[in-house]
């Protein structure tokens, strides 16, 4: 047995045999947003971020597409855009160094913080959110919560192996105030709402199609979930 075995047996065997059940912490939610996707968009903006103005008609992905048209660079990791640098063949992160963008979906969002967590799920290497230039996400607007009360009950915060609230694009400031963007990771976030996948569901709002011999999920402008309540 090692000495950390002995210490760790040591603890366990010392615990105190009594019932101490942990508090019930209220959800503060009782002055909830009237339209989450209002709410998230004001605190997202307050933190430098972007929530990209859907289409009026055409592909819902327009304005992901738009950004990325004269990049050297994109990284993908979800089915909708397809970019030039595969993340499954990421050997270390520093293969990542040179991306323009990042496409990722986010588990979820927070109306009150504006932030969008990241799990290593989303990422599938986690410094793709950090090394990248420029970062889009994906975000299902079904998918926003109230508040961070709401986000540590979500199973995607408490079950994920790395998970991270990204709040705006990176930032810093100097004792006078003056705010730097893109000083410390990326320097520009931008969400854009569209429903997630689902490409075996008829009923998705999704279609499948070929692109350069593999198949992509293309959501199309129904994909756009109203304002979620």
């Known amino acids: 047995m090692t000495s950390r075995d002995a210490i760790l047996e040591s603890i366990r065997a010392n615990l105190p045999q009594v019932e101490r059940p942990l508090p019930a912490v209220p959800l503060f939610d009782a002055n909830r947003p009237a339209k989450l996707v209002d709410a998230f968009k004001e605190s997202l903006e307050r933190m430098g971020g972007v929530l990209l103005d859907p289409p009026t008609s055409g592909d819902v992905l327009a304005p992901a597409l738009e950004k990325i048209a004269g990049a050297k660079v994109v990284c993908s990791t979800v089915p909708e855009i397809k970019g030039n640098r595969d993340i499954a063949a990421i050997g270390l992160p520093r293969e990542l160094a040179d991306v323009d963008y990042a496409i990722v979906r986010a588990s979820f969002a927070v109306a009150e913080t504006g932030s969008v967590l990241l799990s290593d799920a989303d990422l599938h290497v986690n410094a793709v959110a950090y090394l990248a230039q420029h970062l889009i996400v994906l975000l299902d607007p079904a998918d926003i919560v109230v508040n961070l009360h709401h986000a540590y009950r979500r199973p995607e915060f408490r079950n994920a192996r790395y998970a991270a609230f990204h709040s705006g694009p990176s930032a810093t400031a100097d004792i006078e105030g003056v705010l730097i963007h893109g000083a410390q990771g990326v320097r520009s976030l931008s969400v854009l709402l569209v429903r ?34």
């Open 196 to 229: 997630a996948p689902h490409p075996f569901s008829s009923s998705s709002g999704g279609r499948m199609r070929e692109g350069s011999g593999e198949q992509r999920v293309e959501a199309v402008p129904t994909n756009l979930h109203p304002d979620a309540q």
